[in-house]
């Protein structure tokens, strides 16, 4: 199975500033026939299913704002909210498709500093 | 507009069977596979299986294989996920997610979730 590690566990930041959260994957996720990178960001706010942010590493969901991106390849990928803002206050997960079983890293979660 | 909307929570006690459901709206249900997606208090989320929702193929965790069954019913909409022989670490809250575009396994809907509590 591949082992999705994210880091930090928390984070506190200050409204307007940026947050960064990083996820690593005990195998690469770059599939060689397209070139793309099988992995998603999802957030998911208290008491609500996840929401789809980001997918192949740095497709921005439609209707996404774009404080939220995302990138990385191989293994190393992360997700930056450029101004935080309250509504963000959240877990963020990363979440990898390239291969059965799919898995999860262990989530992020995102306060206000 | 694109809705899953779960059955209610559920109590079951150790060994019983739980049957959650996730009725589908806002666009042709046989077209997008349906995931099912669990997570126990404080874990993270856990990826059950899914279905397609036009053949009725199914693909499971190799962990649950003996124990879940995913089905469908085309003429309701509806996907269904049932789980046997419940133990206290099924506990959890239990989706249902829509595939973005068929082929992928990128989720952009989810139902609400359901509350699964196994408790003697």
């Known amino acids: 199975d591949i082992v999705m590690t994210q880091f930090p566990d928390s984070l506190a930041v200050s409204l307007g500033e940026r947050a960064t959260i990083n996820c690593k994957s005990s195998q690469s996720v770059l599939h060689n026939s397209n070139n793309k990178n099988y992995l998603a960001w999802y957030q998911q706010r208290p008491g609500q299913p996840p929401k789809l942010l980001t997918y192949w590493s740095s497709t921005r969901e439609s209707g996404v704002p774009d404080r939220f991106s995302g990138s990385g390849s191989g293994t190393d990928f992360t997700l930056t909210i450029s101004s935080l803002q309250a509504e963000d206050v959240a877990v963020y997960y990363c979440?990898?498709?390239?291969?059965?079983?799919?898995?999860f890293g262990g989530g992020t979660k995102v306060e206000i500093k | 507009q694109v809705q899953l909307v779960q059955s209610g929570a559920e109590v079951k006690k150790p060994g019983a069977s739980v049957n959650v459901s996730c009725k589908a709206s806002?666009?042709?249900?046989?077209?997008?596979?349906i995931h099912w997606v669990r997570q126990a208090p404080g874990q993270r989320l856990e990826w059950m299986g899914w279905?397609?929702?036009?053949?009725?193929?199914?693909k499971y965790l190799q962990d649950l294989q003996d124990r879940v069954t995913m089905t469908r019913d085309t003429s309701a909409s509806t996907a269904s996920m049932e789980l046997r022989s419940l133990r206290s670490e099924d506990s959890a809250v239990y989706y249902c997610?829509?595939?973005?575009?068929?082929?992928?396994?990128?989720?952009?809907?989810w139902g609400q979730g359901t509350l699964v509590t196994v408790s003697s």
């Open positions: 806002g666009y042709t249900f046989t077209s997008y596979a």
């Open positions: 279905i397609n929702a036009g053949n009725g193929k199914t």
């Open positions: 979440h990898q498709y390239y291969t059965s079983p799919l898995t």
């Open positions: 997610a829509r595939v973005r575009v068929t082929g992928d396994f990128i989720w952009d809907y």
